[in-house]
């Protein structure tokens, strides 16, 4: 019992009571456990300058911003707009990196003015920015390295049919573009995925990265992305990070010797340092059975967490409003008029009107990924840190659903 309740209470708050107190549906971060995966990944890569550039894109409430700042990361932003919600918390420009793919060279030029660098993803905005610039703005490559990794298809991006980074097969190009202008690279950079578990994927990405950097005589860190795999369900497989950190922190210090020149190591992880960290407690509306199936609908759905959507993710959930008694199997169901499974066929205790259900590993792309879906509300968010609850976002109110539609006049 008492280990039951540990589960359901965080930095020794009830989950069940902040539902209460601020209502649902509510996305709620431990700001503790997001130090102490910082902390993890520092350990993991002592051996080598490694710097994190935290993917603002996965949770990017400013709140949760300035404790990366705190914890020392940098950031990894990937619009102008996420440039500037990094700023406004005092990240300084050269802690920002900007991984934009397909925007205009306006919204370089944006970046560029506001001393961000740029990690360039594309042979066209290459030679725009060797146009506008020549050498006097330092620059990153992104380059594809071809390798087929991730969770599922549509978070592998390193595979040679994605959209993203330059291939490395039209590297030979980049060389003559990066000559032409005088280009002054100093990073490479590449990202294959998302859910990435095994550190053979690094490896190979390291060694093409390694092969593409001996081309360029001016670099100062090396790129891996991010991609980590955390923990879905209980049981998964995760990714070891210490034997990552092991294999391409040696690998890097060899390279390093060869290149002749210490490099800083940078990841831009997202899910490693925020998905955990995270929970959407949602209330059972209903508890409707079919001759098939008991559904349990909720006061959310797809516009609040598409993950299960658009992955097939798999996210725990939990009845934390009744701690024993017996089990039976739910479908937890979302109040959107689409197919919203958030969960289907899993056990919990038994589940009546009212109840709260805890959503876990919703830290990283949930609210980021929210949207206003059939004009419903976006939830509040709340921050832990050191034992109290901070409200870091108000819920939406049907006054901001209206905000923006002028009412024109159609006679
Ligand atoms: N760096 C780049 C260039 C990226 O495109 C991404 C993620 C990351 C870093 C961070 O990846 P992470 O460490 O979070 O796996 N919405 C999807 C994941 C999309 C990731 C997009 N890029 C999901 O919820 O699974």
Redesign the pocket.
């Known amino acids: 019992m008492e280990i039951k309740e540990q589960q359901f209470r965080i930095q020794g708050l009830a989950l069940s009571d902040l539902a209460q107190k601020y209502g649902t549906p509510l996305y709620v971060y431990d700001g503790e456990k997001i130090l102490q995966q910082v902390e993890k990944l520092k350990t993991a890569f002592s051996e080598v300058t490694m710097r994190i550039k935290y993917?603002t894109?996965?949770l990017s409430n400013i709140n949760i911003l300035k404790l990366m700042k705190k914890a020392g990361t940098g950031v990894?932003a990937?619009s102008i707009e996420e440039i500037k919600l990094c700023m406004h918390v005092g990240f300084q420009p050269q802690e920002i990196m900007y991984?934009p793919?397909c925007v205009s060279f306006e919204e370089i030029k944006e970046a560029v003015e506001l001393g961000v660098m740029v990690?360039i993803d594309n042979i066209p905005m290459l030679e725009h920015f060797g146009t506008e610039y020549g050498n006097t703005v330092p620059l990153c490559v992104?380059l594809n390295p071809h390798i087929l990794a991730g969770?599922n298809a549509?978070?592998s991006?390193g595979h040679i049919d994605s959209k993203?980074g330059i291939s490395i097969l039209q590297l030979k190009h980049v060389l003559r573009i990066v000559e032409a202008y005088n280009l002054n690279v100093i990073g490479l950079?590449v990202?294959t995925?998302?859910?990435?578990l095994d550190a053979e994927v690094f490896l190979k990405g390291a060694e093409i990265l390694f092969d593409a950097a001996k081309e360029f005589k001016d670099l100062r860190f090396l790129d891996f992305?991010?991609?980590?795999?955390v923990a879905y369900k209980i049981g998964d497989i995760t990714t070891d990070i210490h034997e990552i950190g092991k294999k391409v922190s040696n690998a890097f210090k060899t390279f390093c010797k060869e290149y002749g020149r210490e490099l800083e190591l940078w990841f831009?992880?997202?899910?490693?340092?925020v998905?955990e960290c995270g929970y959407l407690l949602v209330k059972t509306n209903v508890v409707k059975s079919t001759p098939a199936t008991t559904f349990v609908g909720v006061d959310s759905g797809l516009n609040h967490l598409?993950?299960p959507m658009?992955?097939d993710?798999y996210h725990d959930v939990v009845n934390i409003s009744k701690l024993d008694g017996p089990e039976r199997v739910y479908t937890l169901v979302g109040y959107i008029c689409e197919t919203d499974t958030i969960a289907a066929d899993r056990k919990l205790k038994e589940v009546k009107e009212g109840d709260i259900i805890a959503i876990k590993n919703a830290g990283?792309?949930g609210y980021s990924?929210a949207s206003n879906y059939n004009s419903r509300l976006r939830p509040a968010e709340i921050l832990l840190f050191r034992g109290k609850d901070f409200l870091i976002r108000e819920r939406e109110s049907f006054e901001d659903i209206l905000r923006n539609q002028p009412m024109v006049d159609l006679e």
């Open positions: 993917a894109k996965a990894d990937v991984t793919n990690n992104r969770g549509k978070i991006v993203f950079h990202h995925g998302s859910d990435i992305g991010g991609g980590f795999k831009e992880p997202g899910k490693f340092l998905s598409l993950r658009m992955y993710a990283a792309y990924m």
